[in-house]
């Protein structure tokens, strides 16, 4: 009675619709298909009388025909990469010609039997580790189903693994159809969805849903960008979004948009205003933050980088060691002494419009010459900009001039008033004082 060593990695997944012996092909020293799967200890089995004769007979499924998703007319496919092999991939028990080792019959090309010696994933298991398919949380359908065929051809490919298409994406597209459908249209997809879905999920099994190779709302985002996980990690001013349901989700979608940063919204403030639409507190320190939404619904003179819809100008959407998540130094106290580095309003604006005494250029708020920016903030114990102005809009007064200033615990008007060439103020820190660039004003009071 003769016997054969049936090696560990027998078949990934079966599909059978017919098993011919090859003649001509002359076997690899090395079989491709081997080094796809981690292999078993070898098992002897009886050729004449395998050792699962007792077992039912189980219907041979077909092949699995994957239909290929419809190219888009002047773009080159996105899908990538190509699994096509240098050589034909051959499964070791089919080039060993000895259709036994998983069918009933000897010749089941001849004899029209196609019957196998046990069910898949069954059959699969006697070479392949069950233990690496099997045992986790969140199983990938065809493989609960045991359709290990529906991916894999159980006798030979002309793509790596044996797959039934020379591309992965073509190949989960093909039942994930909608995904499909959106990532042709989509202009921005993320680039490990353009390389391949199983660069995040496992297409077997994982213990996170989805099968992803790790907790999708953050973790496994920051298995690939690092920085924003050191950054995230060292920034002292917390961005709350990342710490809410769906984490980098809550902005981001994982597979692409039509947007920059895969956003899920067409621009970067409505994107914020998703979330600061109502008042919110800061994780760090507890501060209540305004309903943004209406304070800019009710302030239509915006300022620069609200007008371009472009909050990231100056916040950092991840976190920031600075004030308020900005990207640069900025005072957070009424008064401080001034640093021209201490202050991200000089990104944009010309810096003279502080740093000058005299000035008939940088500045209209001046008295002649006599600079009024200088006089009020360029000083050791100077007003930062915002005890006057609103970064983000105002309706009342020009210039992003606020209707009123808070100073400690009080919130006093300003109680501006412009002219052609100048104008007025009286806070509750002075009485009014007058200010006109063609003829000075000397204020006594």
Same mark, same amino acid.
């Not at 305004?290 to 620069?304: C, F, R, S, Y």
């Given at each position: 009675?003769?016997?054969?060593?049936?090696?560990?990695?027998?078949?990934?997944?079966?599909?059978?619709?017919?098993?011919?012996?090859?003649?001509?092909?002359?076997?690899?020293?090395?079989?491709? &298909?081997?080094?796809?799967?981690?292999?078993? &200890?070898?098992?002897?089995?009886?050729?004449?009388?395998?050792?699962?004769?007792?077992?039912?007979?189980?219907? &041979?499924?077909?092949?699995?025909?994957?239909?290929?998703?419809?190219?888009?007319?002047?773009?080159?496919?996105?899908?990538?990469?190509?699994?096509?092999?240098?050589?034909?991939?051959?499964?070791?028990?089919?080039?060993?010609?000895?259709?036994?080792?998983?069918?009933?019959?000897?010749?089941?090309?001849?004899?029209?039997?196609?019957?196998?010696?046990?069910?898949?994933?069954?059959?699969?298991?006697?070479?392949?580790?069950?233990?690496?398919?099997?045992?986790?949380? %969140?199983?990938?359908?065809?493989?609960?189903?045991?359709?290990?065929?529906?991916?894999?051809?159980?006798?030979?490919?002309?793509?790596? @693994?044996?797959?039934?298409?020379?591309?992965?994406?073509?190949?989960?597209?093909?039942?994930?159809?909608?995904?499909?459908?959106?990532?042709?249209?989509t202009d921005n997809i993320h680039p490990p969805v353009k390389?391949?879905?199983?660069?995040?999920?496992?297409?077997?099994?994982?213990?996170?849903?989805?099968?992803?190779?790790?907790?999708?709302?953050?973790?496994?985002?920051?298995?690939?960008?690092?920085?924003?996980?050191?950054?995230?990690?060292?920034a002292a001013n917390k961005h709350g979004a990342l710490n809410?349901?769906?984490?980098?989700?809550?902005?981001?979608?994982?597979?692409?948009?039509?947007?920059?940063?895969?956003?899920?919204?067409?621009?970067?403030?409505?994107?914020?205003?998703?979330?600061?639409?109502?008042?919110?507190?800061?994780?760090?320190?507890?501060?209540?933050?305004?309903?943004?939404?209406?304070?800019?619904?009710?302030?239509?003179?915006?300022?620069?980088?609200?007008?371009?819809?472009?909050?990231?100008?100056?916040?950092?959407?991840?976190?920031?060691?600075?004030?308020?998540?900005?990207?640069?130094?900025?005072?957070?106290?009424?008064?401080?002494?001034?640093?021209?580095?201490?202050?991200?309003?000089?990104?944009?604006?010309?810096?003279?419009?502080?740093?000058?005494?005299?000035?008939?250029? %940088?500045?209209?708020?001046?008295?002649?010459?006599?600079?009024?920016?200088?006089?009020?903030?360029?000083?050791?114990?100077?007003?930062?900009?915002?005890?006057?102005?609103?970064?983000?809009?105002?309706?009342?007064?020009?210039?992003?001039?606020?209707?009123?200033?808070?100073?400690?615990?009080?919130?006093?008007?300003?109680?501006?008033?412009?002219?052609?060439?100048?104008?007025?103020? &009286?806070?509750?820190?002075?009485?009014?004082?007058?200010?006109? @660039?063609?003829?000075?004003?000397?204020?006594?009071?």
């Open positions: 009675m003769r016997k054969v060593l049936v090696p560990a990695a027998l078949l990934s997944l079966l599909l059978w619709t017919g098993c011919t012996t090859p003649t001509k092909e002359k076997a690899p020293e090395e079989s491709p &298909a081997v080094t796809t799967e981690k292999a078993a &200890a070898p098992v002897e089995q009886n050729v004449t009388q395998p050792a699962a004769e007792a077992a039912p007979a189980a219907p &041979a499924p077909v092949v699995a025909e994957v239909p290929k998703p419809k190219k888009v007319e002047g773009k080159e496919p996105f899908f990538e990469p190509n699994l096509l092999s240098e050589k034909e991939v051959v499964h070791p028990p089919f080039e060993w010609g000895d259709c036994t080792v998983c069918h009933k019959d000897k010749h089941p090309d001849k004899s029209k039997n196609y019957d196998l010696v046990m069910d898949t994933p069954d059959l699969c298991y006697q070479c392949h580790d069950k233990n690496l398919k099997e045992g986790k949380k %969140f199983i990938h359908g065809p493989v609960a189903a045991g359709a290990c065929t529906a991916c894999h051809n159980p006798h030979k490919s002309p793509n790596k @693994r044996l797959l039934v298409v020379p591309n992965i994406n073509e190949l989960c597209t093909s039942c994930h159809t909608p995904k499909g459908e959106f990532l042709h249209k390389d391949q879905c199983i660069n995040c999920h496992d297409p077997h099994t994982e213990d996170y849903k989805f099968q992803l190779k790790a907790d999708g709302k953050k973790d496994l985002c920051l298995m690939c960008h690092a920085d924003k996980k050191e950054w995230i990690e060292k809410r349901p769906n984490g980098c989700q809550e902005c981001h979608d994982p597979h692409g948009t039509g947007q920059p940063k895969m956003l899920k919204a067409d621009s970067v403030m409505n994107m914020c205003l998703t979330c600061h639409n109502q008042p919110l507190k800061r994780d760090e320190d507890g501060v209540t933050l305004i309903n943004m939404a209406k304070h800019l619904q009710e302030n239509p003179d915006w300022h620069g980088p609200i007008q371009w819809g472009d909050c990231a100008m100056c916040h950092n959407p991840h976190g920031s060691p600075n004030f308020r998540m900005l990207k640069k130094p900025f005072p957070s106290t009424f008064y401080a002494s001034f640093d021209v580095n201490n202050y991200i309003c000089f990104e944009c604006h010309e810096s003279k419009k502080i740093t000058e005494e005299k000035t008939t250029e %940088f500045t209209n708020f001046r008295n002649g010459t006599q600079n009024l920016h200088f006089v009020h903030v360029d000083k050791k114990k100077g007003r930062t900009c915002r005890a006057c102005h609103d970064f983000h809009g105002t309706k009342d007064y020009p210039h992003h001039l606020r209707k009123k200033t808070k100073f400690g615990k009080i919130n006093f008007p300003i109680r501006y008033i412009e002219t052609p060439t100048g104008g007025s103020c &009286a806070p509750a820190c002075h009485a009014r004082r007058y200010y006109d @660039r063609e003829k000075p004003i000397v204020n006594t009071k």
